[in-house]
């Protein structure tokens, strides 16, 4: 069965450090998410990506944050000059269309230190 | 912004127990999805639906549009379906709102 995967599973930076966090979708997906989730917190929306833009996204997602698709299979959430407050687990989640079900990935648990 | 509560909170049944767990939003959804978040972490979607009830193995959702409401039911409960399992509703075109979860504990 097809599934989402995400890279690197953990990753920990320094404070004002730029990370990259990578998905890959599933392959016939048009719809992409990332969502954050704080730990003991519940599951937030982040950004929603389609036709190679953003079509919504939440307050949370400023400008310390981008997402690109740079090929035709990657989907990645870049979070610039990182505080320690973005330590958190990042899901990646992909649908075909927007309105069915998402499948999610893994995740990333991003410590900042 | 859709405010989405989740009851109870926590929960422990013994194995074989009916379990309920209530979901309520605040504005109204085209759709509501279940999801199951495992003790590792990663997160399973359950359901995705509109309108009436939906079956999948032990797993039964209904929902509610007019009332604002949602229920995931697990018929006889195992140890494996221990996990928190969230609902989450839509907002705008592609912008989810997310219960705190109900953390569910089955003892064999």
């Known amino acids: 069965e097809p599934e989402v995967t995400q890279t690197p599973s953990h990753q920990v930076t320094q404070m004002g450090q730029e990370v990259i966090l990578r998905c890959v979708p599933i392959s016939n997906h048009l719809y992409f998410y990332w969502y954050r989730q704080i730990l003991g917190q519940k599951v937030e929306f982040l950004v929603s990506?389609?036709?190679?833009?953003?079509?919504?996204k939440s307050e949370i997602f400023d400008d310390q944050f981008s997402v690109e698709r740079p090929d035709g299979s990657n989907f990645t959430l870049k979070i610039r000059s990182t505080k320690l407050e973005d330590s958190a687990m990042y899901f990646c989640?992909?649908?075909?269309?927007?309105?069915?079900?998402?499948?999610f990935g893994p995740g990333t648990r991003l410590t900042v230190t | 912004k859709n405010e989405v509560e989740q009851s109870p909170q926590n929960l422990t049944a013994q194995e074989g127990e009916f379990i309920t767990i209530n979901c309520s939003y605040s504005?109204?959804?085209?759709?509501l999805h279940w999801l199951q978040q495992h003790p590792g972490g990663g997160i399973v979607s359950l359901f995705m639906l509109s309108s009436g009830k939906k079956k999948h193995g032990r797993l039964i959702a209904t929902i509610n549009i007019q009332e604002k409401h949602s229920s995931l039911h697990i018929t006889a409960s195992h140890p494996r379906d221990s996990a928190v399992y969230i609902c989450a509703v839509p907002e705008g075109g592609n912008q989810f709102y997310f219960g705190t979860g109900t953390s569910l504990t089955v003892i064999p």
């Open positions: 989640a992909s649908s075909q269309d927007n309105s069915r079900e998402q499948y």
């Open positions: 504005v109204g959804i085209s759709a």
């Open positions: 990506f389609y036709n190679n833009e953003i079509s919504e």
